[in-house]
C-alpha cells in the first residue's frame, strides 16, 4: 500500500516537497511514479523513478522545477516541487509497478485501480 502525503496551499512560486511511503512491502525492487488530476482534467503521469535510480519526467512544465527521488531505507518516495504555478494545482498520486514502463503501459491502458486518496496541492495567492 502506497500512501501520498506532504500536498497544501502554497503561494506561486514556493515549494513543497511530497512523499509516498510504502507499507507492507519494500520500494527498493520497484518503481514509483508521481500522478496529477487537476480539477475538470485526466490524470496524467509526472515523473516515475526506477528502481536503479533513473528518473523520467514525462510533463514538459515540470522539468527542472520538480524532481523525483527516493530513500529505500525510509521505503519512501519524494517529489520536491519548487517554483510552484497555479497550474501545478492537483490531486497528486502515487503509484508503483515492476518498472516505468510497465507503469506508463499499465496507466494509459487504465490498468491502475487502487490510487489511493493522493494529496492536494493547491497553489494560489
Known amino acids: 500500500q502506497l500512501q501520498a502525503s506532504g500536498g497544501g496551499l502554497v503561494q506561486p512560486g514556493g515549494s513543497l516537497r511530497l512523499s509516498c511511503a510504502a507499507s507492507?512491502?519494500?520500494?527498493?525492487?520497484?518503481?514509483i511514479g508521481w500522478f496529477r488530476q487537476a480539477p475538470g482534467k485526466e490524470r496524467e503521469a509526472v515523473s516515475c523513478i526506477s528502481s536503479s535510480d533513473i528518473s523520467t519526467t514525462y510533463v514538459g512544465s515540470v522539468r527542472g522545477r520538480f524532481t523525483i527521488s527516493r530513500d529505500n531505507a525510509k521505503n519512501t518516495v519524494y517529489l520536491q516541487m519548487s517554483s510552484l504555478k497555479p497550474e501545478d494545482t492537483a490531486v497528486y498520486y502515487c503509484a508503483v509497478d515492476q518498472g516505468c514502463n510497465a507503469l506508463i503501459y499499465n496507466y494509459r491502458g487504465g490498468y491502475l485501480e487502487d490510487w489511493g486518496q493522493g494529496t492536494q496541492v493547491t497553489v494560489s495567492r
Open positions: 507492507g512491502f519494500t520500494l527498493d525492487h520497484y518503481a
